[in-house]
């Protein structure tokens, strides 16, 4: 009897954790609904930015800063999708994001006395990437080109 119940609460776990474990649903939204929820995460983003950052101004301190606001930018964003003239100006944005996101991951992933080097080897990524983000998110409208960046 105790055998059979442990078994159905084991099965009753791994089925919510299953569920639980694919994160938010995906999310559709129209044009201005998209903007709106843009202008929101890149806000949320550049508070994290400025708390990351503090009161450090060596070039490196920036960049980690910046990961870090595109961190918390896309986890706003990442469960949305978009349709509508703006869907592939969104779709390159995020995938470009994530592009820069991986740059600037190698910078904080190397050790302190490193990241220096891996800075100067990742920045032309890492600026391309930042301005091909700012000109998708143009294109999705022009009320972001003051938000997002």
């Known amino acids: 009897m105790h055998r059979t119940f442990a078994v159905a609460l084991v099965a009753a776990i791994a089925l919510a954790l299953a569920g639980c ?9 129209g044009s201005t609904q998209l903007v ?7 806000r949320a983003g550049e508070r994290a930015g400025r708390a990351a950052l503090g009161r450090r101004f060596e070039r490196v301190s920036f960049v980690l800063a910046q990961r870090e606001s595109l961190r ?9 999708e978009a349709t509508g003239p703006a869907r592939a100006n969104y ?7 994530q592009t820069r996101l ?21 920045a032309p990524a890492i600026s391309e990437a930042q301005a091909r983000a700012h000109g998708l998110v143009v294109g999705i409208s022009e009320e972001l080109r003051m938000q997002c960046f």
């Not at 474990?21 to 939204?29: A, F, I, K, P």
């Not at 918390?72 to 949305?80: P, R, S, V």
């Not at 779709?91 to 994001?97: G, L, P, Q, S």
């Open 36 to 42: 709106h929820r843009l202008v929101s995460a890149c």
């Open 91 to 97: 779709d390159a944005y995020k995938r470009t994001v």
């Open 72 to 80: 918390t930018t896309m986890d706003e964003i990442d469960h949305l």
């Open 21 to 29: 474990g694919s994160g938010e649903r995906t999310e559709t939204v």
């Open 102 to 122: 991986e740059a600037l991951d190698k910078v904080a992933s190397a050790d302190e006395a490193e990241r220096r080097a891996v800075l100067a080897r990742e």
